[in-house]
């Protein structure tokens, strides 16, 4: 075999090193990119709400809606003068991924008090909980988290799109008990 010339070793050693840096580089953004997947996974199943307890009071009726953090939903309607209708809704991955991160991005820390509530329109209340955490947003008490009513929208219209299951059928049948004497 010939020897080769100090060019074509200068050129093979040049390639080996540009390889072996790009392969070190693409191992390093592979385990960047697994370990910002992970801690991504984690912190959001450390925050998710498991509980979402929300009730909306319009002129004429209560909506509540019991959102379990699978996207389950148990939702009660009642209708003033009429009888209680319940539900069974699912709302999709997508959906309850725009509503978990809703909450958790809400800031909690600063609460300026409006100084006048308002009972104008739609009154909501959020009950949310997890493992360490239960809140309470109270519509129209708190200027930072004005962004919760854009979020009470979102579920009640999401919901008015959805096959709804009646629930407790039973009740619009049975005769309720007599009043005591």
Excluded: W
């Excluded at 010339?5 to 050693?13: L, M, N, P, R, S």
């Amino acid at each position: 075999m010939r020897k080769l010339e100090k060019k074509d070793q200068e050129d093979i050693k040049n390639k080996s090193t540009y390889i072996k840096s790009t392969y070190k580089f693409f191992i390093l953004l592979i385990i960047y990119l697994l370990t910002i997947n992970c801690t991504n996974t984690l912190k959001n199943n450390e925050e998710d709400f498991y509980a979402i307890d929300l009730s909306v009071k319009y002129k004429s009726e209560i909506n509540t809606f019991q959102i379990e953090k699978d996207g389950r939903a148990l939702v009660l309607i009642r209708k003033f003068n009429k009888k209680d209708k319940y539900y069974n809704v699912v709302f999709n991955e997508k959906e309850m991924t725009h509503i978990q991160k809703t909450l958790i991005e809400m800031d909690y820390s600063k609460c300026d008090t409006v100084n006048k509530t308002i009972y104008d329109g739609t009154q909501y209340i959020f009950l949310l909980s997890n493992d360490s955490i239960n809140r309470e947003i109270i519509s129209g008490t708190c200027e930072q988290l004005k962004t919760s009513g854009k979020l009470v929208k979102f579920i009640t219209e999401a919901y008015r799109e959805k096959k709804k299951t009646e629930f407790f059928k039973s009740l619009e049948i049975i005769v309720p008990p007599d009043l005591p004497n």
